[in-house]
């Protein structure tokens, strides 16, 4: 059964701070993994999709890695900033004809001014 | 373009009562997903639907049923609501290409069972 583990479950910065957020995985035979950020009161919304076959993706001053040898997965971000400030899930999508996704419990970051 | 809509956002219900949540996607999307998210637990998938006319149970589905008579509907039943099911439900949705495609969630459903 595959496990997803995000430590630590909360991280205070300050504004500005590059920082890394990690995710890991028990069963590396994975479709791709996902980064999400949920904002309180609100559902997720997917912020990068990294495939099986890619190392990394970026988006604006997102960047995620995966190895997937180590069931690990990072999430950089540069330059934070008090906007950024959610919770960070990240979720692995296992081969089968569902697909279903096996979540993290997910980093709760809080950026200070 | 509105996405993944949940309706309601809110509800109280009481014990033995029954309701149905509703959500609608507007992508097209085949796949459609029911979690539950609760503190120290995480998302949980309740039921899922491949495509029209399709179900499956996931992780937890004991005290819920679901039903897809349209593409773009997918509603989950609570029979008889017990106070255990009081969360935050989330409906999601991704198109047929399970590689590449991400999921997209509504804002969810507030359920207190009292």
């Known amino acids: 059964k595959q496990e997803v583990t995000q430590i630590p479950a909360a991280l205070s910065v300050p504004e500005g701070e590059n920082l890394v957020l990690n995710c890991s995985f028990t069963d590396s035979a994975i479709y791709n993994l996902q980064w999400f950020r949920q904002d309180p009161g609100k559902g997720l919304t997917s912020l990068l999709l990294i495939q099986s076959s890619q190392r990394e993706q970026t988006s604006g001053r997102l960047n995620a890695s995966l190895d997937k040898s180590s069931g690990r997965s990072t999430l950089y971000i540069a330059a934070s900033q008090p906007g950024d400030s959610a919770t960070y899930l990240c979720?692995?999508?296992?081969?089968?004809?569902?697909?279903?996704?096996?979540f993290g419990k997910g980093i709760t970051l809080s950026v200070r001014p | 373009n509105a996405g993944v809509t949940q309706t309601p956002k809110f509800r109280v219900l009481k014990t033995g009562q029954s309701m149905t949540l509703l959500c609608a996607q507007d992508m097209n999307h085949e796949y459609m997903y029911w979690y539950r998210q609760d503190p120290g637990m995480g998302l949980r998938l309740i039921h899922y639907s491949v495509g029209e006319g399709t179900t499956a149970k996931g992780e937890v589905p004991d005290g819920y049923n679901v039903s897809r008579l349209k593409k773009q509907n997918f509603l989950l039943g609570l029979e008889s609501a017990a106070p255990s099911q009081t969360s935050v439900y989330f409906c999601a949705s991704s198109s047929d290409r399970p590689s590449i495609s991400p999921l997209h969630f509504g804002n969810g459903t507030r359920l207190t069972v009292t």
């Open positions: 979720a692995v999508k296992n081969p089968g004809a569902n697909s279903k996704l096996t």
